[in-house]
T-cell receptor, first 112, second 114 residues
Framework: KNEVEQSPQNLTAQEGEFITINCSYSVGISALHWLQQHPGGGIVSLFMLSSGKKKHGRLIATINIQEKHSSLHITASHPRDSAVYICAVRQNYGGATNKLIFGTGTLLAVQP | DGGITQSPKYLFRKEGQNVTLSCEQNLNHDAMYWYRQDPGQGLRLIYYSQIVNDFQKGDIAEGYSVSREKKESFPLTVTSAQKNPTAFYLC?????????????FGPGTRLTVL
């Protein structure tokens, strides 16, 4: 079993829909990242969370540390949101490292 | 414009050849990382470096080598010992290894072994 699991693996939505992508993890963490990878391959960091909720434009990320779960929400989705969304966690094992454990990603396609 | 550059974007190599992937950053970051991405799998860490002239093996270092002679550069060599080198390779950097700071990623190099 992977230490970081994302669901769904694939998601197709109509423009304007509200989208939720989920991430569950099984290790203790000090931070969780949401990343976006466009078809060309480059990766952009969207959020880094250690508690609560963050919002940037139409994107909202939440984390529940007790339940070891995070969600990424996209409001009023648009075709330009089509990408792979990746959840990554920084495991908290006392070492001085910024090593991340990555989920396999959620492929989102937003149709006009 | 601050960022990370990787070259080339596409690379083809014959079996048995070594090949070096370039990664340069002008963000003045101390830490740099190399990841490999395969279809259906999460990114996996190959090597990382927290300071010039120092680097550590990641989870899948076999068949790879790196150097860190300058702060801004962290080239990755895929050697002929790497049994399945065809993959997408991503370089990243962060402010320092022990922080929770965001990692910044380069555009990636897609390596195909013919």
């Amino acid at each position: 079993k992977n230490e970081v699991e994302q669901s769904p693996q694939n998601l197709t939505a109509q423009e304007g829909e509200f989208i939720t992508i989920n991430c569950s993890y099984s290790v203790g963490i000090s931070a969780l990242h949401w990343l976006q990878q466009h078809p060309g391959g480059g990766i952009v960091s969207l959020f880094m969370l250690s508690s609560g909720k963050k919002k940037h434009g139409r994107l909202i990320a939440t984390i529940n540390i007790q339940e070891k779960h995070s969600s990424l929400h996209i409001t009023a989705s648009h075709p330009r949101d089509s990408a792979v969304y990746i959840c990554a966690v920084r495991q908290n094992y006392g070492g001085a490292t910024n090593k991340l454990i990555f989920g396999t990603g959620t492929l989102l396609a937003v149709q006009p | 414009d601050g960022g990370i550059t990787q070259s080339p974007k596409y690379l083809f190599r014959k079996e048995g050849q070594n090949v070096t992937l370039s990664c340069e950053q002008n963000l003045n970051h101390d830490a740099m990382y190399w990841y490999r991405q395969d279809p259906g799998q999460g990114l996996r860490l190959i090597y990382y470096s927290q300071i010039v002239n120092d680097f550590q093996k990641g989870d899948i270092a076999e068949g790879y080598s790196v150097s860190r002679e300058k702060k801004e550069s962290f080239p990755l060599t895929v050697t002929s010992a790497q049994k399945n080198p065809t993959a997408f390779y991503l370089c990243a950097s962060s402010d320092w290894l022990g922080s929770t700071d965001t990692q910044y990623f380069g555009p990636g190099t897609r390596l195909t072994v013919l």
